[in-house]
């Protein structure tokens, strides 16, 4: 009998054991899984404010160097001024000293210079007075001194000029210069915010997949809990049973014992009573594990389609046509304004769906370098050494381009025959 009493104890115990075991693993795995999850999204978020505070330190230097860009920007307007004022001043200088050369050629045809003395003599003999021979050779004189001192001022306008034109020349190379250390730092400035903005973006992705992750666990965790509540009222339904089995156990025992100590001869009915109850109950809705979902993945998102190039050099000068007349803006990529590389960058986008670069120097690789003879219409032109370009155009064909010239104008048609391009590009 009490064997009867410990198998029962014993099959209550196992019944319960395999209920309620599975489902506390997988609780447990749940919570350590949200704390690492929890972990790396504060990991993240730091390393996400950090490189955002990295962006705007970027940008803030952007903002500073553009402030530094119009300054130079405004250098640059007052040196076109000075190289336009020079130039017409070398023109008055030119035109002044061609009339001297006619002035001092009529004079050498009234008077030569190089035989004074033997006109001043002539100048003597053949006057009709004393004082007509003194008033001819002051003249004489005169008029060789007023000569002499023309010829002086020609040399010092000469010197002038080639001073003027000296300094002409230097600052038109430190407009070029200046012209070339604005496009490279833009550049600079531009693909170092794309790299910032780049990681910002990466690491905002990587915070949210994780974030993604312990939204699942969390609901994996509520189905767990689900489950462990239901495995509770199945362990209760097995606590009743069992313990209904141990009362019926222990009443049939005590029955036997009743039966045993009245001298009644029942052992035979009690090993048939008993062989007929040994049976222990399972409670209803069986045990077990229970397996939590998989947690759903989502399908990847598709990469976008990139439409194919369309039309050609008509396109491309099309779309330039529209934009006539729109002010050139540092840095401007239009559709409103526009800079020269930005204005070159935002054509071809549109036209022909086609990216060549931000600024002059990637564009300069958009295509096969050829000289300028060889442009065509759509091609593009470039002012400056391969690698310290400063300005770009859009051949229109003929020598002609389209540009965003420079600040204060607006976009324009222009000629190589007015502002010849170094080298260009077939696109």
């Given at each position: 009998m009490k064997k009867r009493?410990?198998?029962?104890?014993?099959?209550?115990?196992?019944?319960?054991?395999?209920?309620?075991?599975?489902?506390v693993g997988l609780a447990d795995d749940f919570d350590t899984k949200i704390k690492q999850s929890e972990t790396k999204i504060n990991e993240l978020s730091g390393q996400e404010a950090a490189a955002s505070a990295q962006l705007e330190t970027v940008k803030a230097n952007i903002e500073g160097i553009k402030a530094q860009a119009i300054e130079l920007q405004g250098q640059q307007a007052k040196l076109n001024q000075e190289i336009t004022k020079l130039g017409t001043e070398i023109e008055d200088l030119t035109v002044k000293i061609d009339k001297r050369d006619a002035t001092i050629k009529?004079?050498?045809?009234s008077v030569q210079v190089d035989g004074k003395a033997t006109n001043y003599i002539d100048a003597v003999l053949s006057a009709d007075s004393v004082s007509t021979a003194i008033t001819r050779v002051f003249a004489a004189s005169t008029i060789v001194n007023a000569s002499n001192d023309m010829m002086k001022q020609q040399e010092k306008d000469k010197k002038s000029v080639e001073t003027k034109k000296a300094t002409s020349e230097t600052k038109a190379q430190e407009l070029n210069e200046t012209a070339v250390e604005l496009e490279?730092?833009?550049t600079q400035l531009v693909d170092q915010e794309l790299q910032q903005q780049a990681l910002v973006s990466q690491i905002a992705a990587e915070r949210t997949t994780e974030e993604g992750k312990k939204a699942g666990f969390l609901k994996e965790k509520e189905e767990a809990e689900a489950a462990r509540a239901e495995q509770a009222r199945l362990i209760k339904v097995a606590e009743e049973a069992a313990k209904a089995e141990e009362a019926r156990v222990a009443q049939e025992a005590a029955q036997n014992t009743n039966?045993?100590?009245?001298?009644?001869?029942?052992?035979?009915?009690?090993?048939?009573?008993?062989n007929g109850n040994n049976t222990t109950p399972t409670p209803g809705g069986g045990g077990g594990a229970v397996t939590p979902p998989s947690p759903i993945v989502p399908d990847p998102i598709?990469?976008?389609?990139?439409?194919?190039?369309?039309?050609?050099?008509?396109?491309?000068?099309?779309?330039?046509?529209?934009?006539?007349?729109?002010p050139y803006v540092w840095g401007g990529k239009g559709p409103n304004s526009?800079?020269?590389?930005?204005?070159?960058?935002?054509?071809?986008?549109?036209?022909?769906?086609?990216e060549i670069g931000g600024s002059t120097i990637p564009q300069e690789g958009a295509g096969t370098q050829i000289s300028v003879s060889q442009a065509v219409a759509g091609d593009l032109l470039f002012w400056g050494s391969r690698g310290g370009t400063y300005h770009v155009a859009i051949s229109t064909g003929g020598g002609g381009y389209i540009h965003a010239p420079a600040p204060g104008q607006n976009v324009t048609y222009g000629s190589s025959a007015y502002f010849a391009p170094d080298f260009a590009v077939r696109m």
């Amino acid at each position: 009998m009490k064997k009867r009493i410990i198998s029962a104890i014993m099959v209550s115990s196992i019944l319960l054991g395999s209920i309620a075991l599975p489902v506390v693993g997988l609780a447990d795995d749940f919570d350590t899984k949200i704390k690492q999850s929890e972990t790396k999204i504060n990991e993240l978020s730091g390393q996400e404010a950090a490189a955002s505070a990295q962006l705007e330190t970027v940008k803030a230097n952007i903002e500073g160097i553009k402030a530094q860009a119009i300054e130079l920007q405004g250098q640059q307007a007052k040196l076109n001024q000075e190289i336009t004022k020079l130039g017409t001043e070398i023109e008055d200088l030119t035109v002044k000293i061609d009339k001297r050369d006619a002035t001092i050629k009529e004079q050498a045809r009234s008077v030569q210079v190089d035989g004074k003395a033997t006109n001043y003599i002539d100048a003597v003999l053949s006057a009709d007075s004393v004082s007509t021979a003194i008033t001819r050779v002051f003249a004489a004189s005169t008029i060789v001194n007023a000569s002499n001192d023309m010829m002086k001022q020609q040399e010092k306008d000469k010197k002038s000029v080639e001073t003027k034109k000296a300094t002409s020349e230097t600052k038109a190379q430190e407009l070029n210069e200046t012209a070339v250390e604005l496009e490279g730092a833009k550049t600079q400035l531009v693909d170092q915010e794309l790299q910032q903005q780049a990681l910002v973006s990466q690491i905002a992705a990587e915070r949210t997949t994780e974030e993604g992750k312990k939204a699942g666990f969390l609901k994996e965790k509520e189905e767990a809990e689900a489950a462990r509540a239901e495995q509770a009222r199945l362990i209760k339904v097995a606590e009743e049973a069992a313990k209904a089995e141990e009362a019926r156990v222990a009443q049939e025992a005590a029955q036997n014992t009743n039966n045993t100590n009245t001298g009644t001869n029942n052992n035979s009915g009690t090993d048939n009573s008993g062989n007929g109850n040994n049976t222990t109950p399972t409670p209803g809705g069986g045990g077990g594990a229970v397996t939590p979902p998989s947690p759903i993945v989502p399908d990847p998102i598709p990469d976008p389609v990139v439409p194919n190039p369309s039309g050609g050099a008509g396109a491309v000068l099309a779309e330039a046509a529209k934009h006539l007349g729109k002010p050139y803006v540092w840095g401007g990529k239009g559709p409103n304004s526009f800079d020269c590389s930005g204005f070159t960058s935002y054509v071809y986008r549109v036209a022909l769906g086609r990216e060549i670069g931000g600024s002059t120097i990637p564009q300069e690789g958009a295509g096969t370098q050829i000289s300028v003879s060889q442009a065509v219409a759509g091609d593009l032109l470039f002012w400056g050494s391969r690698g310290g370009t400063y300005h770009v155009a859009i051949s229109t064909g003929g020598g002609g381009y389209i540009h965003a010239p420079a600040p204060g104008q607006n976009v324009t048609y222009g000629s190589s025959a007015y502002f010849a391009p170094d080298f260009a590009v077939r696109m």
